[in-house]
């Protein structure tokens, strides 16, 4: 039973596979524990290749752990959760209307209704418009947008974030980034995000937790204090940079002790 | 609310290697093989026992191991020899001949634009044509023999190549050539160094396309008007309802057909070796 | 000459590159090729540097279609002394003149309407029983692992044999007439749509697939809403390849066993040394080729809606 007010409760989460051509068994993700309160917005940042993304399709039950447990709060209504994942997985076939009202498809709701609930959620992705065009037609923010969209129709209670940004130029990326904290705020959300990039995880989170190289371990919990609503130019504040700075460090180090192994810098 | 959990899996007792195990023991676990085996084996004992028991026409469809009898039979006979080598003579010389004229004329057709607008409708004409429907032609000019056969096994291999060449060299991609282009390299560097190893993917599937067609050839050609070859063995066994014996020339063909496959992915595997996993074709 | 709508790269790089070209150049060669291919195929037979038999000429193709598209399909005939039947098929009419008794009507082989109209069903009716039969043939190899498996051994060696081989079979088994016809186009077409399928089914995209399990999608829903999409350009462009085999087929069916089709046309004028209705007939099925390949890529760009401009 997940305790009161919590989310997400993560225990001794381990992931290995075996490789296929040496016959060993390699360890992806090393007995991870999180928890995350109703509401939070929390960001995993780690170098690539440390299984962050592993954790999330865990989480997501697209793959199974090897060992430990998963607890989501069951809502009343909706469901446990929803993915957005990273560059655009929008069916190339389909509308964005049939896009957003895909998730809702999949729960058997019939479509003209699936569609008419889709649209408020379009509408809050700035997406108005936009409902009969393909996927081709829309830039790659606008791509997110809709892949947004229709995490959010099946009305998740944890709403979990794959890299949804990396795809973009910078320019963009920011854009994003503030429209997320936007809808975020209007649909009151428990997020979890994965990225590589610190500053987008700094500026758009409650907490940051930052994950070693291979084998993925949790190697800090930071607090992000900074006030709410943020705008952009919270960035090159002092606080911020230090963050930024700090976590930066970390992920280096690991750099360093696993790859580089050199005396400089 | 109400907590979800997904099953807890047994705590930590895995091992942390594998011991290898040897390939023959790994087949054998692999649900691919194994099922392809019983595929295999059950079909033919179905085969087997509808034919002995009479169900299906012998005469036709011969049983397994009747047609492994005629194949014991025919491979001491020289006269299946004779035929046999007829036909990979025609098979070969149409083939190579193809391959010796398309390559070059499709690079040269894929470089100059001029010369591709040129042969452009005649080449989709004699890709759109089944070519076995020049063999009354072929046999008024070049006769009953080997000849007519050659000539449309030609034909058949000769478009499969020059279409996928042409369609190569048009493909390279741009900014290859930009490079080139900026170190200053020749024409003819640029042709030898980047259009030419491009092309390479393209011109296999034109071998392994105009190998079937070349197969298609030698086979239409002799079941057409012809007095030797395998094609010949097999409508003069179907005349004379020797079920098994015409089976057995099918499955020459066969097994030179999967040979054909087999030596066409082994000039793949050459010289792609450039190329990362996923974009092998 | 203008260079306008190609992008601004590097200025070194030949000009020759400048594919696909203005219409006007291909225009303009390919008409080039056709006069010089043209006047030297009139010529040879002509001056007597290649024999008649062997190279017919435009011009004698031209006159042999007119009369063989505006000929009668069936002539009257007064007299049929059945052994002089043979001759007519020959040389159009010269016999009808020669009188004697019974009226009676008898078919004219070289009417090429209807010749084109026999083909035409033989290749409609097996071409689309191949594709029906090869789409689900290949979609059901492609969901059910376990049943891949277990055919794909004689999946392989059907597909390397040159099926043509079989034909022999099929009209001991199935006789002379439409059913043979069908089952050598059917078989001819069938197994290329299967594989493209099936390579189609597995090519669904890993993210597509995902995405669809993580919204809990039904099998079934999985199937219409990302296999299916996924597979569609596989399942026409199968169809055209296919097409393209089927043709092979009626042409081969017909000409080892026929009374009729476009197939028995140019084989029966090849035996009776007519060259000029052989390459008529040859023309001719080129040119169905090239229209219902033409056919299926129009169907093809109807459903690339949803794909940017690939090629």
């Known amino acids: 039973m997940i305790e009161q007010g919590l989310a997400l409760s993560a225990r001794g989460v381990r992931m290995s596979y075996i490789d296929q051509s040496s016959g060993d068994r390699l360890l992806a993700i090393d007995r991870i524990d999180i928890d995350i309160r109703e509401g939070e917005?929390?960001?995993?940042?780690?170098?690539?290749?440390?299984?962050?993304?592993?954790?999330?399709?865990?989480?997501?039950?697209?793959?199974?752990?090897?060992?430990?447990?998963?607890?989501?709060?069951?809502?009343?209504?909706?469901?446990?959760h929803a993915m957005v994942f990273q560059d655009s997985s929008l069916f190339p076939w389909y509308t964005v209307l049939s896009n957003v009202a895909y998730g809702l498809i999949c729960q058997g709701v019939p479509k003209k209704e699936a569609q008419k609930?889709?649209?408020?959620?379009?509408?809050?992705?700035?997406?108005?418009?936009?409902?009969?065009?393909?996927?081709?037609?829309?830039?790659?923010?606008?791509?997110?947008?809709?892949?947004?969209?229709?995490?959010?129709?099946?009305?998740?209670?944890?709403?979990?974030?794959?890299?949804?940004?990396?795809?973009?130029?910078?320019?963009?990326?920011?854009?994003?980034?503030?429209?997320?904290?936007?809808?975020?705020?209007?649909?009151?959300?428990?997020?979890?995000?994965?990225?590589?990039?610190?500053?987008?995880?700094?500026?758009?989170?409650?907490?940051?937790?930052?994950?070693?190289?291979?084998?993925?371990?949790?190697?800090?919990?930071?607090?992000?204090?900074?006030?709410?609503?943020?705008?952009?130019?919270?960035?090159?504040?002092?606080?911020?940079?230090?963050?930024?700075?700090?976590?930066?460090r970390l992920i280096s180090g690991q750099l360093q002790d696993d790859k580089l192994a050199s005396p400089s810098a | 609310m109400s907590g979800a959990s997904t099953p807890a899996p047994a705590p930590s007792s895995l091992p942390d290697r594998l011991p290898r195990e040897p390939r023959w023991k790994a087949l054998l676990k692999s649900e691919r093989f194994v099922l392809g085996a019983i595929g295999v084996v059950g079909f033919l004992i179905l085969w087997e026992a509808l034919a002995r028991s009479g169900s299906i026409n012998v005469q036709f469809f011969a049983s397994p191991t009747m047609i492994a009898a005629a194949g014991a039979r025919e491979v001491q006979d020289p006269g299946f020899w004779s035929?046999?080598?007829?036909?990979?003579?025609?098979?070969?010389?149409?083939?190579?001949?193809?391959?010796?004229?398309?390559?070059?004329?499709?690079?040269?057709?894929?470089?100059?634009?001029?010369?591709?607008?040129?042969?452009?409708?005649?080449?989709?004409?004699?890709?759109?044509?089944?070519?076995?429907?020049?063999?009354?032609?072929?046999?008024?000019?070049?006769?009953?023999?080997?000849?007519?056969?050659?000539?449309?096994?030609?034909?058949?291999?000769?478009?499969?190549?020059?279409?996928?060449?042409?369609?190569?060299?048009?493909?390279?991609?741009?900014?290859?050539?930009?490079?080139?282009?900026?170190?200053?390299?020749?024409?003819?560097?640029?042709?030898?160094?980047?259009?030419?190893?491009?092309?390479?993917?393209?011109?296999?599937?034109?071998?392994?396309?105009?190998?079937?067609?070349?197969?298609?050839?030698?086979?239409?050609?002799e079941l057409y008007a012809a007095t030797e070859g395998l094609g010949v063995i097999i409508r003069r066994s179907a005349e004379t309802r020797q079920g098994d014996r015409m089976l057995f020339g099918v499955l020459i063909f066969t097994l030179s057909g999967i040979i054909g496959v087999e030596l066409v992915r082994a000039v793949e595997r050459r010289f792609q070796k450039w190329r990362p996993e996923g974009f092998r074709r | 000459m203008s260079a306008a709508a190609q992008p601004a790269v590097g200025r070194a790089v030949p000009r020759r590159w400048r594919f696909p070209g203005r219409p006007s150049d291909r225009v303009l060669y390919g008409l080039i090729?056709?006069?010089?291919?043209?006047?030297?195929?009139?010529?040879?037979?002509?001056?007597?540097?290649?024999?008649?038999?062997?190279?017919?000429?435009?011009?004698?193709?031209?006159?042999?279609?007119?009369?063989?598209?505006?000929s009668p399909a069936e002539y009257l005939r007064i007299n049929a002394p059945l052994n002089l039947s043979s001759r007519v098929w020959n040389s159009g009419y010269e016999y009808i003149a020669s009188v004697d008794t019974w009226p009676i009507m008898v078919p004219n082989v070289l009417h090429l309407p209807s010749n084109l109209w026999v083909s035409a069903q033989e290749y409609m009716v097996g071409f689309l029983l191949a594709a029906v039969t090869g789409i689900l043939l290949g979609l059901a190899l492609g969901l059910f692992r376990r049943f891949r498996y277990?055919?794909?051994?004689?999946?392989?060696?059907?597909?390397?044999?040159?099926?043509?081989?079989?034909?022999?079979?099929?009209?001991?088994?199935?006789?002379i007439g439409f059913t043979q016809k069908i089952v050598v186009v059917w078989l001819e077409a069938i197994f290329v749509i299967t594989l493209t399928v099936l390579s189609g089914v597995g090519a669904a995209e890993k993210k597509h697939l995902d995405t669809a399990l993580s919204f809990k999608a039904s099998r079934r829903?999985?199937?219409?809403?990302?296999?299916?999409?996924?597979?569609?350009?596989?399942?026409?462009?199968?169809m055209r390849l296919g097409a393209t085999r089927a043709?092979?087929?009626?042409?081969?069916?017909?000409?080892?066993?026929?009374?009729?089709?476009l197939g028995f046309y140019i084989n029966f004028s090849g035996t009776t040394l007519r060259t000029d209705r052989v390459m008529l007939g040859v023309i001719l099925l080129g040119m169905f080729g090239i229209i219902v390949g033409e056919l299926i890529r129009r169907i093809e760009r109807r459903f690339d809606k949803w794909r940017p401009a690939l090629r």
């Open chain 3, 247 to 261: 043709l092979v087929g009626v042409v081969v069916a017909e000409f080892l066993a026929s009374n009729a089709g």
């Open chain 3, 33 to 70: 090729g056709f006069l010089i291919v043209l006047p030297l195929w009139e010529l040879l037979p002509t001056l007597g540097l290649v024999k008649r038999v062997t190279l017919s000429s435009p011009s004698a193709i031209v006159s042999v279609a007119i009369q063989d598209f505006t």
């Open chain 2, 83 to 221: 035929d046999f080598f007829i036909s990979l003579t025609e098979f070969l010389s149409g083939f190579l001949v193809a391959i010796v004229l398309g390559i070059p004329l499709g690079l040269a057709a894929g470089w100059f634009p001029k010369l591709n607008y040129a042969l452009d409708p005649w080449l989709n004409f004699f890709n759109a044509l089944p070519r076995v429907a020049l063999l009354p032609i072929l046999v008024i000019a070049f006769g009953l023999g080997i000849w007519s056969k050659i000539a449309v096994v030609f034909l058949g291999a000769f478009f499969a190549i020059v279409i996928p060449t042409v369609q190569g060299v048009r493909t390279v991609d741009r900014k290859y050539l930009d490079v080139a282009t900026s170190f200053r390299a020749s024409r003819r560097l640029l042709f030898t160094s980047v259009v030419g190893l491009a092309t390479v993917p393209f011109i296999v599937t034109g071998l392994r396309l105009g190998m079937a067609r070349a197969l298609i050839g030698v086979v239409t050609g």
């Open chain 3, 150 to 175: 277990l055919v794909e051994p004689w999946l392989d060696a059907i597909n390397a044999t040159p099926t043509i081989a079989l034909v022999p079979l099929i009209i001991l088994v199935f006789g």
């Open chain 1, 41 to 80: 917005f929390v960001s995993i940042v780690g170098p690539s290749g440390c299984g962050k993304s592993t954790f999330l399709k865990i989480v997501n039950g697209l793959l199974p752990s090897s060992e430990g447990t998963i607890e989501i709060a069951q809502p009343d209504h909706g469901r446990d």
């Open chain 1, 117 to 248: 609930r889709a649209q408020p959620l379009i509408d809050m992705v700035g997406l108005r418009g936009f409902e009969n065009k393909y996927p081709y037609q829309l830039s790659g923010g606008m791509q997110q947008r809709a892949n947004l969209a229709r995490a959010l129709t099946v009305d998740p209670e944890i709403l979990l974030m794959d890299e949804p940004f990396a795809a973009l130029d910078a320019q963009t990326r920011e854009l994003m980034q503030a429209e997320l904290l936007r809808i975020w705020s209007e649909a009151n959300k428990t997020v979890l995000f994965i990225t590589h990039q610190i500053d987008e995880a700094i500026y758009l989170s409650d907490r940051v937790l930052v994950m070693s190289a291979r084998p993925g371990r949790i190697l800090e919990d930071i607090r992000i204090d900074l006030p709410r609503p943020r705008e952009l130019e919270i960035k090159r504040s002092p606080a911020f940079v230090e963050m930024a700075d700090h976590i930066w």
């Open chain 3, 221 to 238: 829903l999985r199937f219409t809403s990302v296999i299916l999409p996924s597979s569609v350009p596989f399942i026409l462009t199968g």
